[in-house]
């Protein structure tokens, strides 16, 4: 048991161990722009499209979140998400993966597609429709388990008719955070 909580103490997820932390820690004056960061193991995943406070939250052992929001409507996410095993992180995509087909209505979808990422990565999308149509406004996601870990990174905002290309600053996010997670994942 000590040695349980030794190892779970010394896979804390660091300070500027995410890729955007120097930035967010960054002085802005700009009134129409902030950052939040979390610490939270208990943080709602960054991707919920049900908006479920417990989505992927069993088996949690560590989170770390980071917001940037921008007025009227940006927003830009990261956050690494650590398990007490592979299988309960799988089990949290998985139940994501559930979430986003049960998830949306008529005005706003949600869709995933799988990328070759880590050991099983989505790409999520979440528009806004309008007479069927897809209108301005969503957020696109890439999810990636490596291990025990969770990473997330999505962006939000004036989004038109979906692409591959929406997902080129999160794919590319997401591989430079695969590069340095089994520095705390149990890879």
Partial sequence: MIAALMLAATVAIPNNFLLYEREAAKKDDNPETSWSASGKRTAPLVVNPCQQAKLGRTGRTQARTLTYTAVPDYSKSEQVVLYSSPAAAGKALRDLEAAVRACGRSGYRYSAAAIALGDKGLMVTGQAYQGGKPAVG???????RRANALILYTVGGE???P????F???TSDTKRMLAKICSLADC
């Fill in 138 to 144: 969503g957020e696109r996601a890439v999810v990636t």
């Fill in 163 to 166: 692409a591959k290309a929406d």
């Fill in 159 to 161: 989004w038109g008719k």
């Fill in 168 to 170: 080129k600053r999160q």
